[in-house]
């Protein structure tokens, strides 16, 4: 997919079409007016007899227009002129990708208004152009034996105008949203794969994979016997139910001109396939759980999205992954483990797995005397309860790393909310027996959670990022979502910018 921008001529540009908005009142937006007078007048008509309402998600698609080059226009309604901004713009822009995308149109020139310079300059214009076409021209990497439909067309899309120096801006946001936008479906593509092929094995072969394609990326497949020279009771103590090997991957970026300070620590959960354990899940909708490795595949995602760009910033991936299953040899309630920093745990529920896999790969991120630490799991059906599919869940012990967090998922439209994570979640962890408990009851469970991880990382500047209603969608529209790459893309960009 080729992206650039266009600064004037619209009605003269050599594309396939011209994307064009319409108000609900029928106002052509923007650019539409000056191509309304090259074609005689025919798109005010069209708006005028009510053929496009103008409301937003309405497209309508024209073709032999006399007067421009290109050989179709699409009309793509944009609501209200007083709702019209920057979220508003993203969705038209989603639309439009959608509506093309069922086409054959390969070239197109994107001219919808844009909101206030504020809400929306020209570098943050770039990247989300061409990140919500790389995510709305995704396919899933399915295996039916049936014909499959043809790949879009689009292969080249225009987008402006942009003015003077604002060129080279938007530019270089068209780059790094085309980058946002590969990592995005890789994300999607590890999320969507079978359990029975994207294991833990499969999963330290696409870490391998990325350490070959981008040579400052440094790769390391730890297999059990390392693992377990680690000493990693609490993530071994997971892994024994299984027949499937564990791997611990690490990798690690290192951009030019990238400083002495710390890295970026990124922290993944890879749970190929977790059925509870012993602590076994209700059977409907378990199929879903081959994506509670999405923590895993946005660390993979982001660590490829930094060496695509080659950001200048110092960057540590780690994953830990296995499948939780129930066998003869499979952990039990009231098991009680060691963990790879010497703390005990009473394992009362084995379904509470995510936090046990983390704290050791926590742990092992202190060798890195980082920046940041920062783990992404879909950790909690808590979390979905308390804030459904539309925000991911944030904690953190570090209110400046939270914010920046924060920024960057309204920047990137992958948004996080802040959920407090104070000491008293973490006394209801007590056990009786050990250090503590991996549960702590039914309150709050999505941050008591964190409370867990939160003893693992005392003096880290550490965020955790629950993305259990967000990675993914249930049900008849299952499917990885990408989220939150956008997010965490955002906020390594900014990082490197500093």
């Not at 937006?29 to 069209?46: D, F, P, Y």
């Not at 209200?80 to 069922?102: D, E, P």
């Not at 995510?354 to 979390?383: E, M, N």
Request: glycine fraction near 12%; charge should be positive; aromatic fraction near 6%.
């Amino acid at each position: 997919m080729q992206f650039d921008v266009w600064t004037k001529g619209l009605s003269t540009l050599d594309v396939d079409a011209l994307v064009l908005g319409v108000f609900e009142d029928g106002e052509l937006a923007g650019e539409a007016g000056s191509v309304n007078t090259a074609v005689g007048g025919r798109l005010k008509s069209v708006a005028a007899r009510g053929d496009i309402a103008g409301e937003a998600g309405n497209t309508l698609l024209l073709t032999d227009m006399p007067g421009i080059k290109a050989t179709r226009v699409l009309l793509v309604g944009l609501g209200t002129k007083k709702n019209f901004g920057r979220k508003a713009w993203r969705k038209t822009v989603t639309t439009a990708t959608a509506a093309l995308a069922q086409t054959r149109i390969a070239r197109a020139a994107l001219a919808l208004p844009r909101p206030a310079a504020k809400e929306l300059d020209d570098y943050e214009f770039g990247r989300a152009v061409a990140a919500i076409a790389g995510h709305g021209l995704y396919r899933t990497n399915d295996m039916k034996t049936g014909k499959k439909p043809k790949p879009p067309a689009l292969q080249t899309l225009v987008a402006g105008p942009v003015q003077g120096t604002g060129v080279a801006a938007a530019r270089r946001g068209l780059i790094h949203g085309a980058a946002i936008g590969l990592a995005t479906t890789l994300q999607r593509d590890l999320g969507n794969l079978a359990p029975n092929i994207c294991t833990p094995t499969y999963l330290g072969e696409q870490a391998r994979a990325i350490g070959k394609r981008y040579p400052a990326v440094k790769v390391q497949v730890l297999d059990e016997a390392a693992i377990a020279k680690e000493k990693m009771g609490c993530f071994l103590a997971v892994a024994q139910g299984s027949d499937q090997p564990p791997h611990f991957l690490v990798l690690e970026y290192r951009g030019t001109k990238a400083g002495k300070s710390g890295p970026v620590v990124l922290v993944g959960k890879g749970i190929t396939f977790d059925t509870g354990g012993i602590s076994l899940k209700d059977a409907g909708g378990m199929d879903e759980m081959k994506y509670d490795m999405s923590g895993a595949a946005a660390v993979l995602s982001s660590v490829t999205l930094a060496a695509e760009l080659k950001l200048p910033l110092h960057l540590v991936g780690l994953v830990a992954t296995c499948e939780n299953m129930p066998s003869g040899g499979a952990v039990k309630p009231g098991d009680i483990v060691t963990s790879a920093s010497g703390q005990t745990v009473e394992i009362l529920n084995t379904d509470a797995e995510g936090r046990l896999v983390l704290c050791d790969a926590l742990h092992y991120a202190r060798r890195f005397k980082p920046a940041a630490v920062i783990d992404i799991a879909t950790l909690t059906g808590a979390c979905v309860v308390a804030l459904g599919a539309h925000h991911s869940g944030l904690m953190s012990n570090d209110d400046a790393l939270a914010r920046e967090l924060v920024a960057s998922g309204v920047r990137a439209d992958d948004r996080a909310w802040q959920l407090p994570v104070t000491e008293e979640y973490g006394e209801q962890l007590k056990s009786n027996f050990a250090d503590m408990a991996n549960i702590a009851g039914r309150e709050g469970g999505a941050i008591t959670a964190a409370a867990f991880l939160a003893k693992f990382a005392q003096g880290l500047k550490w965020a955790h990022l629950d993305v259990a209603g967000t990675a993914y969608k249930g049900g008849k529209d299952k499917g990885s979502t990408g989220r939150p790459v956008p997010l965490l893309a955002d906020f390594l960009i900014n990082r490197a910018g500093r």
